[in-house]
């Protein structure tokens, strides 16, 4: 069993389709460990996508996850990093399967309505950014019958 990071970008949530996300996570059988709207400050959204911070995007990544809510979700499941990947499909909308949420909400790939983690370890880092064991207002926990914390 694993769980993953997924957010809904700025995009997604302005276009009303954290509800349409949910619902396919939901639907391939996930299960909803944690979830919260929120606003990303610079210093967030620059750690999370460190990796980039080198790629001529990585300014207007930046921009763009500042602009406005985003809809942070924890889902748990079997090999819950590559199903969620799956779901969510390739990076460039354009070039992603038909079916997947990229593929079927976006067109642009700086506009691709969802983020999930690509490896155990930004999983763990993004849980831990975005869910640092507080639970401010409007953070939803599923009671966990193991006891765990959810990072
Ligand atoms: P991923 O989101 O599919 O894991 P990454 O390569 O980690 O893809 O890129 C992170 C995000 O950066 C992408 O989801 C996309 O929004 C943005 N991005 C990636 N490549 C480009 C690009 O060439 N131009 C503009 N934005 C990009």
């Avoid at 949910?22 to 996508?49: C, N, P, W």
Wanted: glycine share 10%.
């Amino acid at each position: 069993m694993e769980r993953t990071f997924v957010m809904v970008k700025p995009d997604g949530v302005k276009r009303g389709l954290i509800g349409s996300i949910v619902t396919r996570f939901e639907q391939k059988g996930f299960l909803l460990i944690a979830m919260k709207l929120m606003s990303i400050d610079r210093t967030l959204a620059e750690r999370h996508y460190g990796e980039h911070r080198e790629k001529p995007f990585f300014g207007e990544l930046v921009d763009f996850l500042t602009s406005g809510q985003v809809c942070a979700m924890v889902w748990e499941g079997p090999n819950a990093i590559a199903n969620a990947r799956g779901l969510i499909g390739s990076t460039n909308p354009a070039e992603a399967s038909p079916g997947t949420i990229r593929a079927d909400f976006a067109l642009d790939i700086s506009s691709n309505i969802v983020h999930g983690s690509d490896s155990l370890e930004s999983a763990q880092r993004e849980i831990g950014l975005f869910f640092d064991g507080a639970q401010p207002p409007g953070l939803l926990f599923r009671a966990a019958s193991d006891g765990a914390s959810i990072t």
